[in-house]
Nanobody, 125 residues
């Protein structure tokens, strides 16, 4: 059974930092991209960042570029999202996801095969 479990969310003041983690288990794909999405209240789920299997390639939404960093540890089947200089508009439920297949630069929800349950991030002003 495939499982993605996020952790690390919480309440932080504007300008602060948080580090999200997502541990994946239960599947045997040889390579897969891992991504982070978020859904703010009243909005659609949106792309945040994605990282290739090797970790050598990354892509970010313009809204987080320069502030967030995605990384992964394949030995632990874990992806991370380091979030710095947080803003109130970053408040959302953050989801990690796995995209199977050879290509890695995926920004659309439908391109991902498995999803975590989400972790709440709240940034106060």
């Amino acid at each position: 059974q495939v499982q993605l479990v996020e952790s690390g969310g919480g309440l932080v003041q504007a300008g602060g930092s948080l580090r999200l983690s997502c541990a994946a288990s239960g599947f045997t794909a040889s390579s897969y991209a891992m991504g982070w999405f978020r859904r703010a209240p009243g909005k659609e789920r949106e792309f945040v960042a994605v990282i290739s299997w090797s970790g050598g390639s990354t892509d970010y939404a313009d809204s987080v570029k320069g502030r967030f960093t995605i990384s992964r540890d394949n030995a632990k089947n874990t992806v991370y999202l380091q979030m710095n200089s947080l803003k109130p508009e970053d408040t959302a439920i953050y989801y990690c996801a796995v995209a199977l297949g050879s290509s890695w630069q995926k920004r659309k929800v439908y391109e991902y095969n498995y999803w975590g349950q989400g972790t709440q991030v709240t940034v106060s002003s």
